[in-house]
């Protein structure tokens, strides 16, 4: 179970390559803007994740809900929530709670003045001022070198790699998409986003060579 609970801690949270794209111009909605997404491990739908931005406070709330069951048994359950504040591209405060299969964690971190100060589950860090988390709505995050997991605390060297246009499914309809590809240490995360950089989609193998997915509704 292991190697697949990682995975999902990762994602729940979770470029050395520069981009010729243009993903790094401002990507952050105008206004209220939603993103929900329901969550497969292979083709079975084990939960769901929700993101909300209110431009007005420059606010994202999210929230996660998984539930892996095997012959009717629930194997594993995780719950996640966060409140990030940005300031253009960077974080300036970040509240996380997460339940993991019953294990309760915290992480808190808000910018002053030249430093991230954060309180993670590991312990205190003292992170640059300007720190983007795995924000998959932001494509910004692709001309990143390091991303803030904001579950774990871990600020995670990353590289982003373009992939090109891809066909995907789309609420039912095939759409052609941007791919692009971030890999840190045992991670690698499939990401699409539409011509107008909307965020349309996620995947990432499991250790285990299952396929952990996300489809927006």
């Given amino acids: 179970m292991m190697p697949l609970r990682q995975n999902l801690i990762r994602l729940a949270g979770t470029g050395l390559l520069a ?3 243009g993903l790094s111009a401002a990507a952050i909605p105008e ?11 292979d083709d079975k739908r084990i939960g769901w994740h929700e993101f909300e931005f209110d431009p007005a406070a420059s606010t994202v709330r999210s929230e996660a809900r998984y539930d892996v069951r095997f012959l009717f048994i629930s194997a594993y359950r995780y719950a996640h929530q966060s409140t990030e504040v940005w300031d253009g591209h960077c974080l300036r405060r970040v509240d996380a709670r997460t339940d993991d299969n019953g294990r309760l964690s915290s992480l ?3 910018r002053d003045g030249e430093a991230f100060m954060l309180r993670a589950p590991t312990g205190h860090a003292r992170l640059p001022a300007c720190v983007q988390s795995f924000a ?19 600020y995670q060297p990353i590289e982003a790699l373009t992939l090109g246009p891809q ?22 995360i499939d990401l699409w986003y539409s011509n107008d950089r ?8 499991t250790r285990d060579g299952r396929m952990l997915r996300y489809e927006i509704q």
């Fill in 19 to 21: 981009l010729a794209t």
């Fill in 31 to 41: 206004r209220d803007h939603a993103w929900r997404f329901n969550v497969y491990l």
């Fill in 108 to 110: 808190q971190g808000e």
């Fill in 136 to 154: 998959y709505w932001d494509p910004s995050i692709l001309s990143a070198t390091r991303l803030l997991n904001a579950q774990t605390g871990e």
């Fill in 167 to 188: 066909q995907i499914i789309v609420r039912g309809h095939p759409v052609t998409a941007q791919a692009y590809r971030i890999t840190a240490q045992d991670l690698q």
């Fill in 198 to 205: 909307e965020w349309l989609g996620l995947q990432s193998r």
